[in-house]
């Protein structure tokens, strides 16, 4: 902000929602506000201004009320324990925001993020210039603040790596657990089923047992064709022998996400069909992590996947190759697309698919392929920096279809892992859970 120009940083958390009637959704933090105040509390709001002097506003303690909703702060006792300047009771916003308003250059607040915030920024602004005859200069300029944030986010220090760590462990927990207890079902009586939301809730008990506030996003838990579905919810389908099981969740611990994925037979032994695509998704993610380390670019993952994947569908006859040629071919004309529609990872922080800007913002647009047999004109992706926190995660869909093998109609299959990147290569921080398909049928087999 101070080699912006200056001005005053005007950021609140996440408002309160309802879920219907008088009851409200569970509440969470906004991402931002809570990555520099680590308050969780609703209605609270940080003033920072360029000269890095923070101001928090936040309830008053308030004996009846914290009967009802639990214990609050309250603004005496905020800046010992958060570490602001100063804090008030929110109740002074609108006086406390126009005071710290006034003669700043500029006001910045993220765009976008929270559709009331404008309304309000311009109301304080309005007052502000009903008082310029007295020599009260108000801001001329709006800035946003989401990209100054999303850059300061992208780049894990030390303590949000420690966290991160165990979000993917108490996450790949949750997942050898949902093995466990499928194979254990299906030992019990080979002719049983277990229900999809059967397994959320072996998650859901695994992330809270350990300490985690609760899922980082809807839990996938998809049965059978149901994984060719890329964003399923756990539903009530019936999981059955012989049949593969797409779990797609990961926690959150301290506002800190995890995402992990899984792709498991639920009797414990694949069959010759699934491990055939079970190891090219394997083999794929092998070769992601190869090009995953400090220097090389966040697209370069997913081209090592895709030409692996290329080659496996044309090996399987997923793809014909008299029909699309060669992988180069597949590549060129995203013929693959038709099996592997998504990207090979995000970045990963506060939000599952966190902040941060996917293209290098200092180099010069040049010719790349759009992934649907074209190209495009834009800016390269960016190069990966030590302490970025990505995911990498191809996978194989196959719907049922003429041209398409029997064998493979209606698997979907999906391995996802968490990876730091460091400046020789990538630490995986979720392999707490088998990958290998022998090392997943010996955990099953117990």
């Not at 931002?32 to 890095?52: I, K, N, Q």
């Amino acid at each position: 902000m101070a080699r912006a120009g200056g001005g005053i940083a005007l950021l609140p958390t996440a408002p309160e929602r309802m879920r219907n009637g008088d009851s409200e959704y569970p509440y969470r933090h906004d991402s931002h506000f809570h990555y520099f105040t680590g308050f969780d509390e609703p209605h609270a709001w940080l003033l920072l201004d360029a000269s890095g002097r923070s101001t928090l506003l936040c309830r008053e303690r308030h004996a009846e009320r914290e009967i009802w909703d639990g214990r609050r702060l309250g603004p005496e006792a905020a800046p010992a324990v958060l570490g602001v300047d100063e804090a008030f009771d929110v109740e002074q916003l609108d006086a406390k925001a126009v005071e710290r308003l006034a003669n700043q250059p500029a006001v910045w607040f993220p765009f976008g993020e929270q559709p009331e915030l404008q309304a309000q920024v311009d109301g304080w602004l309005a007052t502000l210039r009903n008082r310029e005859r007295g020599g009260v200069a108000c801001p001329q300029t709006l800035r946003d603040l989401g990209p100054l944030l999303a850059e300061m986010r992208l780049v894990k220090d030390s303590s949000e790596l420690a966290t991160m760590r165990r979000a993917a462990q108490i996450s790949a927990g949750a997942h050898a657990r949902a093995m466990r207890f499928c194979a254990a079902r299906f030992r019990a009586d080979p002719q049983t089923a277990v229900r999809e939301y059967e397994i959320e809730a072996e998650l859901l008990h695994e992330f809270r047992r350990h300490g985690s506030q609760g899922p980082a996003y809807t839990s996938i838990v998809a049965a059978g064709a149901n994984a060719c579905v890329l964003h399923y919810a756990a539903g009530s389908t019936e999981l059955r022998a012989g049949e593969l099981c797409l779990v797609d969740a990961g926690c959150e611990l301290d506002g800190y996400a995890s995402d992990v994925t899984r792709t498991f037979p639920a009797d414990g032994r694949f069959t010759p069909a699934q491990r055939a695509l079970y190891d090219i998704v394997q083999a794929a993610q092998e070769a992601a992590i190869a090009v995953t380390r400090a220097g090389t670019r966040r697209l370069d993952a997913h081209d090592a996947a895709v030409r692996v994947l290329a080659q496996g569908m044309l090996d399987t006859g997923l793809l014909d190759r008299n029909a699309v040629g060669d992988a180069d071919a597949v590549i060129a004309s995203a013929a693959y697309r038709r099996f592997y529609m998504h990207g090979t990872g995000h970045w990963l922080g506060r939000d599952v698919h966190d902040v941060g800007d996917y293209l290098s913002a200092d180099e010069a647009p040049v010719e790349q392929p759009d992934g649907l047999g074209g190209t495009v004109v834009k800016k390269p992706s960016r190069v990966l920096q030590p302490g970025m926190v990505v995911t990498i995660e191809p996978g194989l869909y196959v719907r049922p279809a003429a041209d398409v093998p029997e064998r493979f109609w209606n698997l979907g299959i999906r391995i996802e892992d968490d990876a730091v990147v460091t400046a020789t290569g990538c630490e995986l921080i979720s392999r707490g859970v088998p990958v290998d398909a022998l090392e997943i049928e010996r955990l099953m087999q117990g």
